[in-house]
């Protein structure tokens, strides 16, 4: 089993920036594929980025396509969302996930939230204008 732990929410102005990271322990981070996920109020679970094992291959939601980026440090068993000109609609309740059943192929897959084994507990972002 692996365990994540979110970090790095927060209040943050309109256009601002803030990054989250995700902490994982138990068995071999390098061995996940690392996605987030976000939930805003009354709205369903979205899927929001997701990084291959290795990091080299990312895929992002449609809504933040260019403004978030994903990465990872295994040596640091850490996976981050670096998220900039945040926009109101990002408020929400940002979840990281693991997934360690196959290797990266299909990106389509790593988009639902059934793909993923386990979870964070999540962070809230909030972005006020």
């Known amino acids: 089993q692996v365990q994540l732990v979110e970090s790095g929410g927060g209040l943050v102005q309109t256009g601002g920036s803030l990054r989250l990271s995700c902490a994982a322990s138990?068995?071999?981070?390098?061995?996940?594929?690392m996605g987030w996920f976000r939930q805003a109020p009354g709205k369903e679970r979205e899927f929001v980025a997701v990084i291959s094992r290795s990091g080299i291959m990312t895929y992002f939601g449609d809504s933040v396509k260019g403004r978030f980026t994903i990465s990872r440090d295994n040596a640091k068993n850490t996976a981050y969302l670096q998220m900039n000109s945040l926009k109101s609609e990002d408020t929400a309740v940002y979840f990281c996930?693991?997934?360690?059943?196959?290797?990266?192929?299909?990106?389509?897959?790593?988009?639902?939230?059934?793909?993923?084994?386990?979870w964070g507990q999540g962070t809230q972002v909030t972005v006020s204008s």
């Open positions: 996930a693991a997934e360690g059943r196959r290797t990266y192929s299909g990106s389509d897959y790593y988009t639902r939230e059934a793909s993923y084994s386990y």
């Open positions: 138990g068995r071999t981070f390098s061995s996940y594929t």
